[in-house]
């Protein structure tokens, strides 16, 4: 079978053994397997670290793996705050992180997303960093909650933009793959944000708020 690009480059990197035991435990509770892969998880750490991010807020935890990538890229009084709809799942979040030696850094909110956002807006935090990857419905709404709650020159970075495919398939006209369409657009064109797409995996959008 032929190699993919994304294949061929992750296995230049050695097993990296924290991640490796999100894996291991995501399979052993019967957990989907949907963390972010696993170069989009490096580009985290990196843009996490090279923009001096202190602070960073992810939508959808699962077993906590751009959890550790975020978390790794911030300094050591650095603080993530995670929002999760189910409990097991922050909680083995934050056993992972914690196993990983950075569940100091990191605080989980359980229940839905866009009622944590609006109460965070209301006490009026901010972050230097955002990680969207939740249910893709919702990717227009948590975006704008993001550009509300974001310091000068934030990031936010967004996994899943091409849906397998969904994306650019026209015939393809469900919520979610809509949702998609109008998010693409908007982080290519909205004049708050300075857009960029990445088309490897399962596609990725950045963007920096201006
Ligand atoms: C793709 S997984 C997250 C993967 C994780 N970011 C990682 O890479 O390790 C999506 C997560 O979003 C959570 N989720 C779905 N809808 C949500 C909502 N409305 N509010 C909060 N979390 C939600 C799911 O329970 C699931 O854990």
Redesign the pocket.
């Known amino acids: 079978m032929e190699r993919s690009p994304d294949r061929y480059f992750d296995e230049l990197y050695s097993v990296d053994a924290d991640l490796a035991r999100?894996g291991a435990s995501i399979s052993e509770a019967g957990m989907?397997d949907?963390?972010?892969a696993a170069g989009y998880?490096r580009l985290l750490t990196f843009l996490m670290r090279v923009s001096g991010a202190r602070s960073a807020m992810?939508?959808?935890?699962?077993?906590?793996?751009?959890?550790i990538c975020l978390a790794r890229g911030m300094p050591d009084d650095g603080r993530l705050v995670s929002?999760?709809?189910?409990a097991e799942?922050a909680e083995l979040?934050k056993a992972n992180l914690t196993a990983a030696g950075l569940g100091h850094k990191a605080e989980y909110r359980i229940?839905?997303?866009?009622a944590?956002l609006e109460s965070m807006k209301a006490d009026g935090e901010r972050f230097d960093f955002f990680?969207i990857?939740?249910?893709k419905e919702?990717y227009p709404f948590y975006l704008e909650c993001c550009i509300s709650l974001a310091n000068r020159g934030a990031i936010i970075a967004a996994?899943?933009t091409l849906l397998r495919g969904k994306t650019i398939d026209e015939s393809r006209q469900g919520p979610s793959v809509k949702a998609l369409r109008g998010f693409n657009a908007t982080i290519a064109r909205d004049e708050r944000l300075e857009g960029v797409h990445l088309p490897a995996y399962d596609g990725l959008a950045l963007a920096r708020v201006k």
Not at 58 to 67: K, R, V, W
């Open positions: 999100v989907p949907i963390s972010v998880g992810e939508i959808g935890a699962l077993g906590g793996y751009s959890g929002l999760e709809l189910k799942y979040a229940g839905d997303a866009r944590s990680f990857d939740a249910d919702n996994d899943n």
